[in-house]
T-cell receptor, first 116, second 112 residues
Framework: DSGVTQTPKHLITATGQRVTLRCSPR?????VYWYQQSLDQGLQFLIQ???????AKGNILERFSAQQFPDLHSELNLSSLELGDSALYFC???????????????FGPGTRLTVL | AQSVSQHNHHVILSEAASLELGCNYSYGGTVNLFWYVQYPGQHLQLLLKYFSGDPLVKGIKGFEAEFIKSKFSFNLRKPSVQWSDTAEYFC??????????FGTGTRLLVSP
């Protein structure tokens, strides 16, 4: 158990819909990262938040957005869903204890999103 | 942009066989390197990491990896695999911008 929690575990929805995925980082970790794992794209970095602020952006679609709240949990919002958005969405957290390049990311169990 | 290559997509071994999974990255500067493992139906778990110092890194469950800077490689090894090592293995690079760049993964199947 990494200490990172994600809900829900599974989500099935229809095209055009909007969903919210939730992540709680390890206790004390300030950074939260979102990754998408799909069969054709592999594991891709989406976005990072640090202490409530967006820090880095990867291959995140405009239909997707995220935020990190004062209690440090994060939500990933996916809207206007398409079949191709079906994937496993992982959240990771790290401590950023003054040495950001050497902080290890710990991953949550993921949310499996199926768009029908 | 930095990238990570894992050339072996599928590996099948018998128990007690030795394992070596290749990982090459493309980035000319300082890198931090990781191997993660994903057991069936589970989340990514850190096996080992390299930041600096001794290029031979020992991780959990008997795994080790060697950083060879001149070859831009960070191959994962285990002298004797077990059936429980059946999983998908991901090599990842962090170039200081925090985000991890992952390889495509290697699926390892160990037959008893």
């Amino acid at each position: 158990d990494s200490g990172v929690t994600q809900t829900p575990k599974h989500l099935i929805t229809a095209t055009g819909q909007r969903v919210t995925l939730r992540c709680s980082p390890r206790s004390g970790d300030l950074s939260v990262y979102w990754y998408q794992q799909s069969l054709d794209q592999g594991l891709q970095f989406l976005i990072q938040y640090y202490n409530g602020e967006e820090r880095a952006k990867g291959n995140i679609l405009e239909r997707f957005s995220a935020q990190q709240f004062p209690d440090l949990h994060s939500e990933l919002n996916l809207s206007s869903l398409e079949l191709g958005d079906s994937a496993l969405y992982f959240c990771a957290s790290s401590g950023d204890r003054g040495r950001p390049s050497t902080d290890t990311q710990y991953f949550g169990p993921g949310t499996r999103l199926t768009v029908l | 942009a930095q990238s990570v290559s894992q050339h072996n997509h599928h590996v099948i071994l018998s128990e007690a066989a030795s394992l070596e999974l290749g990982c090459n990255y493309s980035y000319g500067g300082t890198v931090n390197l990781f191997w993660y493992v994903q057991y069936p139906g589970q989340h990514l778990q850190l096996l080992l990491k390299y930041f600096s110092g001794d290029p031979l890194v020992k991780g959990i469950k008997g795994f080790e990896a060697e950083f060879i800077k001149s070859k831009f490689s960070f191959n994962l090894r285990k002298p004797s695999v077990q059936w429980s090592d059946t999983a998908e293995y991901f090599c990842a690079v962090n170039t200081g911008f925090q985000k991890l760049v992952f390889g495509t993964g290697t699926r390892l199947l160990v037959s008893p």
